[in-house]
């Protein structure tokens, strides 16, 4: 306004409540700086002795009247008190601007700042001359003067001017564990071997690199990738920090491994929730809104805060044990929410590592320079009092913070906070080191606006140089005036640019420290608004990594223990940082854990447009990335190195066997760490070694950048343990080697990164036995030898050498070996050597064995007793069998045609005889075959051709029964015999007559054929033996067989007997032959000698007559087969049959009933035969007893009688049925018959 940049719109509204911040002016500032600077100067009295907040307000703070007095006033003036704090320098406030502009004497107005629309007073407040020297300044009566996120290519919004609400709301945990596996120890390597270790076990878990992560076709690091070796070696640090709870508190982490962030904006829970799991994170995250109980729309640098401080301070389990983090989110971005929310921190004392990445450049003219110099440092000493690490990104703007001026960024200027800058990291895709310089800014129009300003850096114009910075190492050191003189600047004019040496000056310079920042180059992928992103970045990112950092490094000195102070006193929490890190840039460390950058400069699109100075990297300090970046590992061990009182070294001490003498037993070789203390001081305690045979990784002072493959990078191999043990062969638990002559290296380490390395041998162990073979050599046939056979035997040991070797022949004594042996021609038979070997170390070979045999040539010759022969004749064969050199030969010799073997006998005299008499006929090939043994060795006869001609045979036919009938089986058998004995195979014809009947094979001579179906009559049988290979055929005499006809039987059956007249009887006969078939033929049926009927006989041989016409009394019935072709005749026995007469009954019926007087009725009478026949003879009608009349039964068996002469009345009739020969008589129902 003072400016003229603000046009006035109109008046504020009176009725909008404003929250403001009255900030009680510090009353012992100078005495506070100088506290803090006692208080990190290793060797003063108050040496990293910090105080509680009673001791700070005793020592520092407003007085409680003061406060008071504050207090009363501002309730006096309508004021609501909202909160006040225990170091008594901030009282908050509200009420509506009506009543703040009454109350201070001011008119709040809307002004037109470039295109936004913001509130202020008009003039200076007017505060009570009685509080004049009370309070400092009225902080909220413009939003004008904001701070602004670091990192992001888009304006940071101003959010509400007031929000309702508690001045400290907290919001809902957010509680995750994480996933061991997915930690990056356990990742494998991209391109260095894979070493999977976890943090407390042996390995270099830490030399590592991790694909750059591909997220839709874009190439950006990763957790992973920070956190190795080839980044700043996170990794490593974590092996052995502890991380994050070392004290096992129930609750998560203690304070000093906590992590405090003051932002302003929130996030998605579900954001931060998918950011941990997929690196395998834990999360313990509880926010807080500032000053209103709804924190403003998610912001970016939230989440990318809390992901990267978490994701440096992680214990990938339980989330009680990783950093847990306090986010203070600001409801707005005004500097009065500002002061409260660093105060709030201070207050809850939750977090011992606080990290921003808000601020506003500073501005000597402006209303905030004096709470920044005021209050609000006072604020920041009492946090630094308390043992609290500040850490503030510096800005991304390059050498113009303000985007006009050559200028830097508050808070990170005020010597409280580390100032967190920016390198430009490059890494290949497989995650190994490619180069890294600061963060050079780009120079297109906006790159500024947009996130790409570079790192910025340079001179502050508000705080003076503190005394860590005008240390001195030395007037003939690199530093003689400190890191602030001179220091280096360049401009940049019409294409010319100047190199400026700026001395003489004491302000405060800044970066401290620097990391990768750059997200145009390789950026970092978080997790916000539902997506991945890689763009946010810049210092705001190294701000967060940096707290991760400290957590570890606060849980390590927990881990370490009590030896600080006079020697028992807590070694955590680090508290102000930069003392540390300039005292090993300047005085160095038992390791330089810097990485220097020495190009790239802080120029950009402003500093090009207005011709400012800018600054540019070069050797050692630089203020665009201060010392650089650095080996977290290294970082702790030289923050350890100055803060532990110690002042000793580790030492090893060895034990083992004689050196330069071979062992055949595993050796082992055992040291043990120890660390020494200094003074009345306790050591630091030894950390742990890396050990190996022959060789261990170098471990170098300094390393210009990221990479592996040195200890400078892993630190120990085996963390924790105060000794340790090199074998062989891995026992008792010792890392085991390869067997010879080694030595022993070992380098051990102490928690303040100091070293020793000794070594022991060399220490020679054989264990292994001597190998020995053992070559033949001679003439041979196949596998045998046959003459003289000479052995030499070779013996290694590529160990200890050979010191003997010894042999034994067929179990003589051993003897020793000096040159190859011969074996005569002469020693026929098997053989077998024995031989082993002793190397230098006493190791024997195993016996080995080389077994051989001698054998002599044999020939052998084949002769017959019977050349030409004839089949089933007896034929001799002799083999002779002869050696060469000479011998008498014995054994097997087999007797083979072709590839049949016809037998064998063994030698006699070198003879063997084999008599044979059923050779095939033809021409064989016969061949004697000498089997050979140890001795000689096989041979075969030329082939002897052996002609064997057919032998002659004889055939005779015999019957099993003759004569037979008709149907019987009969067996006839044929027998050959050859004309030089022995069997006969093949088949047989069985011939009647010229017809062949059947064959059959022969067995044992003879074949055999069983017929049944002869023929009735005389039959001339034959056998025809065909012959075979071997045999000639021949034919047998003629056998007449007689077949008669067969015998058969007849028997007779009656359906029904007795029977009835009329009903019909069936009379069944069934003919059985006592051979042979079923029988055929017809069947006469007979009722004394007359014939009644005949009948067929069927397939089963039965007849039947069905006859109902037989009279009445008794019949002699028989049947007669008349026999067939075959089957000869029969009759039957007689079959006494009676015939009864058949019942009847009679029925009568009227044609008119009742009927008129005189009127002619016909009765009919029908007679009905219980056989089915129609009976015959005379009905008799009746009335009462009297005869009406009477009627001849019809062929229907039915009478009628018409009459009309029945008296009136009711007439009594009936019919009477007389009978006949056949039927019985029987009489009808009486009928009523009316007459009217």
Same mark, same amino acid.
């Given at each position: 306004m003072r400016e003229g940049r603000a046009a006035l719109l109109n008046h504020y509204n009176p009725n909008q409540k404003l929250r403001l911040v009255l900030n009680i002016r510090p009353p012992h500032l100078a005495d506070e700086d100088a506290f803090i600077k006692e208080l990190t100067t290793k060797g003063s009295p108050g040496f990293h002795k910090f105080l509680s907040q009673d001791e700070w307000n005793t020592r520092f703070a407003p007085s409680a009247e003061d406060e008071q007095s504050v207090v009363d006033w501002a309730e006096s003036a309508g004021l609501a008190v909202t909160k006040r704090f225990p170091n008594r320098l901030l009282v908050d406030v509200e009420a509506t601007a009506g009543t703040i502009e009454h109350a201070f004497g001011v008119t709040m107005n809307n002004y037109q700042v470039g295109d936004e629309v913001d509130f202020a007073n008009d003039r200076d407040p007017v505060i009570p001359s009685r509080l004049s020297g009370i309070l400092g300044a009225v902080v909220g009566l413009n939003n004008i003067e904001r701070v602004q996120r670091m990192g992001t290519s888009m304006p940071t919004i101003k959010g509400p001017d007031y929000v309702a609400g508690p001045a400290l709301t907290p919001l809902d945990k957010l509680q995750l564990s994480g996933t061991p596996s997915k930690a990056p120890w356990n990742k494998p390597a991209a391109s260095i071997a894979k070493q999977k270790k976890t943090r407390t076990s042996t390995g270099f878990g830490a030399n590592d690199s991790y694909s750059l992560d591909d997220k839709n076709g874009t190439y950006a690091m990763d957790p992973a990738n920070v956190q190795s070796s080839q980044g700043y070696d996170y990794n490593a640090l974590q092996r052995f920090s502890g991380c994050c709870n070392v004290p096992g508190n129930p609750g998560g982490s203690p304070p000093e491994s906590s992590i405090a962030l003051v932002g302003y904006g929130n996030y998605n829970a579900s954001d931060i929730v998918t950011f941990f799991q997929a690196y395998g994170m834990a999360a313990n995250v509880t926010p807080y809104c500032i000053d209103g109980s709804t924190c403003p729309a998610v912001d970016g640098e939230a989440p990318l805060d809390v992901e990267y401080s978490g994701a440096m301070s992680n214990s990938y389990g339980s989330y009680l044990d990783t950093a847990a983090i306090y986010e203070y989110e600001m409801t707005n971005n005004y500097w009065s929410t500002f002061e409260d929310a660093y105060n709030d921190v201070l207050s809850d004392g939750k977090a011992k590592v606080v990290s921003t990445s808000y601020g506003g450049s500073e501005d000597p003219n402006s209303t905030s /320079?004096?709470?920044?110099?005021?209050?609000?440092?006072?604020?920041?000493?009492?946090?630094?009092?308390?043992?609290?690490?500040?850490?503030?990104?510096?800005?991304?703007?390059?050498?113009?913070?303000?985007?006009?001026?050559?200028?830097?960024?508050?808070?990170?200027? =005020?010597?409280?906070?580390?100032?967190?800058?920016?390198?430009?990291?490059?890494?290949?895709?497989?995650?190994?080191?490619?180069? &890294?310089?600061?963060?050079?800014?780009?120079?297109?129009?906006?790159?500024?606006?947009?996130?790409?300003?570079?790192?910025?850096?340079?001179?502050?114009?508000?705080?003076?140089?503190?005394?860590?910075?005008?240390?001195?190492?030395?007037?003939?050191?690199?530093?003689?005036?400190?890191?602030?003189?001179? @220091? !280096?600047?360049?401009? $940049?004019?019409?294409?010319?640019?100047?190199?400026?040496?700026?001395?003489?000056?004491?302000?405060?310079?800044?970066?401290?420290? /620097?990391?990768?920042?750059?997200?145009?180059?390789?950026?970092?992928?978080?997790?916000?608004?539902?997506?991945?992103?890689?763009?946010?970045?810049?210092?705001?990112?190294?701000?967060?990594?940096?707290?991760?950092?400290? /957590?570890? &490094?606060?849980?390590?000195?927990?881990?370490?223990?009590?030896?600080?102070?006079?020697?028992?006193?807590?070694?955590?929490?680090?508290?102000?940082?930069?003392?540390?890190?300039?005292? #090993?840039?300047?005085?160095? /460390?038992?390791?330089?854990?810097? !990485?220097?950058?020495?190009?790239?400069?802080?120029?950009? =699109?402003?500093?090009?447009?207005?011709?400012?100075?800018?600054?540019?990297?070069?050797?050692? @300090?630089?203020?665009?990335?201060?010392?650089?970046?650095?080996?977290?590992?290294?970082?702790?061990?030289?923050?350890?190195?100055?803060?532990?009182?110690?002042?000793?070294?580790?030492?090893?001490?060895?034990?083992?066997?004689? $050196?330069?003498?071979?062992?055949?037993?595993?050796?082992?070789?055992?040291?043990?760490?120890?660390?020494?203390?200094?003074?009345?001081?306790? #050591?630091?305690?030894?950390?742990?070694?890396?050990?190996?045979? =022959?060789?261990?990784?170098?471990?170098? !002072?300094?390393?210009?950048?990221?990479?592996?493959?040195?200890?400078?990078?892993?630190?120990?191999?085996f963390i924790n343990p105060t000794g340790g043990c090199l074998s062989f062969n891995g026992a008792s638990g010792c890392a085991g080697g390869n067997q010879g002559c080694h030595t022993a290296y070992v380098r051990g380490w102490d928690n303040q990164g100091r070293t020793t390395y000794a070594s022991y041998g060399p220490v020679c162990v054989d264990t292994v036995a001597p190998t020995s073979s053992a070559s033949l050599s001679g003439a041979t046939n196949g596998s045998v030898y046959t003459g003289a056979v000479t052995i030499t035997i070779t013996s290694s040991d590529s160990t200890s050498g050979i010191a003997h070797t010894y042999y034994s022949l067929d179990g003589s004594s051993y003897t020793g070996y000096s040159s190859p042996l011969t074996i005569g021609a002469t020693a026929r038979g098997p053989h077998t050597l024995y031989y082993y070997s002793i190397d230098n170390a006493g190791n024997y070979s195993s016996v080995k064995s080389a077994s051989f045999t001698i054998s002599s040539i044999t020939t052998t010759t084949l002769t017959s007793s019977l050349n030409p022969s004839i089949y089933g004749e007896a034929v001799t064969f002799k083999a002779a069998v002869t050696a060469n050199p000479s011998g008498a030969p014995t054994g097997a010799v087999n007797f083979v045609s072709g590839s049949t073997v016809l037998g064998s006998a063994n030698l006699t005299n070198g003879v063997a005889s084999f008599t044979v008499a059923n050779l095939a006929v033809g021409t064989g090939h016969i061949n004697a075959i000498f089997v050979g043994n140890t001795s000689y060795l096989a041979s075969s006869s030329s082939a002897v051709t052996e002609i064997i001609n057919k032998a002659n045979s004889t055939t005779a036919i015999t019957s099993s029964l003759n004569p037979s009938y008709y149907g019987q089986a009969i067996t006839f058998k044929a027998t050959v015999t050859p004309s030089h004995g022995g069997a006969a195979d093949g088949t047989v014809k069985f011939l009647y007559g010229t017809n062949v009947l059947g064959t059959a094979t022969l067995s044992g001579n003879v074949a055999s054929l069983t017929l049944s179906n002869l023929p009735v009559g005389p039959a001339h049988m034959s056998a025809n033996y065909v012959g075979n290979n071997n045999i000639g055929g021949s034919n047998s005499s003629a056998l007449a067989q007689v077949i008669n006809k067969a015998k058969t039987t007849l028997a007779l059956s009656s359906s029904k007997n007795p029977s009835t007249h009329g009903a019909s009887v069936t009379f069944t006969a069934k003919v059985v032959a006592a051979s042979g078939p079923i029988p055929t033929g017809a069947i006469t049926f007979k009722s004394g000698s007359t014939v009644i009927g005949t009948g067929t006989l069927n397939t089963a041989g039965v007849a039947a007559l069905a006859i109902s016409t037989l009279p009445v009394g008794n019949a002699s019935i028989t049947a007669d087969y008349g026999g067939s072709a075959n089957d000869a005749a029969s009759i039957s026995a007689v079959l006494a049959e009676t015939i009864a007469e058949a019942k009847t009954t009679t029925t009568i019926t009227s044609s008119l009933n009742p009927a008129p007087h005189g009127t002619a009725i016909t009765f009919t009478a029908k007679v009905v035969a219980a056989s089915g026949a129609i009976p015959t003879g005379t009905v008799t009608f009746k009335n009462g007893s009297t005869v009406i009349g009477a009627g001849a039964l019809n062929t229907a068996g039915v009478a009628a009688l018409a009459t009309s002469t029945l008296p009136v009345g009711t007439a009594s009739i009936t019919a009477d049925y007389g009978g006949s020969a056949n039927d019985v008589a029987s009489a009808s129902a009486v009928l009523s018959e009316v007459s009217k």
């Open positions: /320079a004096n709470i920044e110099t005021g209050t609000m440092h006072s604020i920041l000493n009492n946090m630094i009092a308390s043992g609290i690490t500040l850490i503030a990104a510096s800005g991304d703007k390059g050498a113009s913070a303000d985007g006009s001026t050559t200028s830097v960024q508050y808070p990170s200027a =005020d010597p409280n906070f580390l100032a967190a800058g920016g390198t430009q990291l490059n890494l290949y895709t497989d995650g190994t080191f490619l180069s &890294e310089s600061a963060w050079q800014g780009y120079t297109y129009s906006g790159a500024s606006k947009q996130n790409y300003g570079g790192s910025t850096g340079g001179r502050s114009v508000l705080f003076a140089a503190p005394y860590w910075q005008t240390m001195n190492n030395g007037s003939s050191g690199t530093y003689p005036n400190g890191v602030q003189s001179p @220091y !280096y600047s360049w401009q $940049t004019v019409n294409g010319t640019t100047t190199e400026y040496v700026n001395t003489n000056y004491n302000s405060r310079l800044l970066p401290d420290l /620097a990391l990768t920042a750059n997200p145009g180059v390789l950026g970092q992928w978080y997790y916000s608004g539902g997506a991945w992103l890689n763009y946010g970045g810049g210092t705001s990112i190294v701000a967060p990594e940096l707290a991760g950092f400290f /957590a570890q &490094e606060n849980s390590y000195l927990d881990r370490i223990g009590n030896v600080c102070g006079s020697g028992s006193s807590p070694c955590s929490p680090v508290g102000l940082a930069s003392p540390f890190i300039y005292d #090993a840039g300047l005085y160095g /460390a038992p390791h330089d854990p810097f !990485y220097d950058m020495t190009s790239g400069c802080n120029s950009n =699109d402003v500093t090009v447009a207005n011709n400012l100075f800018y600054y540019c990297a070069y050797t050692g @300090y630089d203020p665009i990335t201060g010392w650089g970046s650095a080996n977290m590992m290294q970082l702790a061990w030289a923050i350890n190195w100055q803060l532990i009182p110690a002042a000793g070294n580790p030492s090893l001490t060895f034990s083992g066997p004689s $050196t330069n003498v071979w062992y055949n037993t595993d050796q082992i070789v055992g040291w043990t760490l120890s660390d020494a203390g200094s003074g009345n001081y306790p #050591a630091p305690g030894a950390l742990g070694f890396t050990q190996g045979w =022959d060789s261990i990784p170098a471990d170098s !002072y300094s390393q210009p950048h990221g990479g592996g493959g040195d200890s400078f990078y892993t630190g120990p191999e």
